[in-house]
């Protein structure tokens, strides 16, 4: 008997198998086109994904990555509430189904998925896309405009990637409103950039005042030490790249890394990560430099050298955004 194909491996043979009936040059001239904005203004405009050709193209370049950091985040919500599994997921905005992919990756089985956004191009692939995936077969595909009047039914997890960027202020505020109100767990997840961050941050703060606490990336639900304008906290996923990533960005390394920002928040029993490992860790001879965002609300840097022993090799192991100390192995 077969053994199952990973959800991540599923997606991309299914996105290659999609891309094999398009040009090669289409595809890389549509990516081009939509690769700064994916939406757009669309609860007014004509959707920005024109046809399945723009929808094929830009889900293969954009749902490997969107799927990477939305996992990274999940696993964090995993870590931090390690005895609990959505019997439930709605992803807002979710377009080709990147979240709900993340979400069967990291816990396996069915459950009762609705996708929401605007552009019925992308749901009609995402519902066809979904069909390589055993899990999501029963997954509902709705059209709706994302904003101030979006009502969510309750459900166990929400998801949100890659959408505020795309709303008005008002707009923003009412969907973390609505999520708060819909789920005992929230997760949201925008591009690695000063911009990202501070949206992220900012669903961060509505999400608390709506009392929920933070498990991830976050050690600690109080005010982010980040001073403003100064610096922003964004992580990085490792994607694979294909042939179509190449085409468009040129070089020829077979990977890139996803930059992201994150908040997950819950009503959950949680334990957050005692602290966060906040930039690349920096190897040097006989010791490990760490930034960490540390549970007593502050930045700090920590130095581990070979007389630590074993937190020494689990150092130069760590990657970043990992949470330090790394958890103690089964007994």
């Known amino acids: 008997m077969n053994a199952p194909v990973p959800p991540a491996e599923a997606l991309r043979r299914s996105l290659a198998e999609l891309l094999d009936g398009l040009p090669p040059r289409q595809a890389a001239t549509a990516v081009e086109r939509l690769i700064a904005n994916y939406r757009g203004d669309t609860p007014t405009h004509t959707p920005i994904l024109r046809d399945r050709a723009d929808v094929i193209a830009y889900a293969a370049y954009r749902m490997p990555a969107t799927f990477e950091a ?45 996708v929401l956004d605007w552009a019925e191009p992308a749901l009609a692939l995402g519902r066809e896309i979904a069909a390589a995936n055993p899990a999501l077969t029963g ?7 994302i904003g101030a009047d979006l009502s969510l039914d309750d459900t166990d ?18 969907l973390v409103d609505a999520a708060a109100a819909a789920a005992p767990a929230v997760v949201i997840v925008e591009a690695g950039t000063p911009a990202g961050y501070a949206r992220v941050i900012e669903a961060r703060d509505r999400l608390v005042r709506a009392g929920l606490h933070i498990a991830a990336p976050c050690p600690h639900s109080a005010a982010c030490p980040i001073e ?37 928040a819950t009503r959950l029993p949680a334990r957050p990560a005692p602290s966060r490992i906040v930039r690349r860790p920096q190897i040097r001879k006989g010791q490990v430099l760490l930034d960490l965002c540390e549970a007593d609300e502050r930045l700090a840097r920590t130095t581990v050298t070979k007389r630590h022993g074993d937190l020494y090799k689990a150092a130069r192991d760590a990657d970043w955004g990992d949470a330090w100390p790394p958890p103690a192995p089964p007994a």
């Open 70 to 114: 939305v996992h990274t985040a999940l696993e964090a919500l995993a870590a931090a509430v390690p005895d609990w599994t959505p019997r439930s997921h709605t992803d807002v905005g979710g377009g080709t189904g990147a979240a709900t992919w993340a979400v069967t990756a990291t816990w396996p089985g069915e459950r009762g998925v609705t």
């Open 139 to 145: 997954a509902r595909w709705r059209r709706a405009r």
């Open 157 to 174: 997890l929400v998801t949100v990637s890659y959408v505020l960027n795309e709303l008005s202020e008002r707009d923003r505020a009412a």
């Open 228 to 264: 403003a304008g100064k610096d922003w906290c964004h992580f990085s996923a490792r994607v694979t790249r294909s042939s179509l990533h190449r085409q468009v960005k040129g070089g020829s390394l077979p990977y890139e890394d996803e930059k992201f920002s994150y908040v997950v």
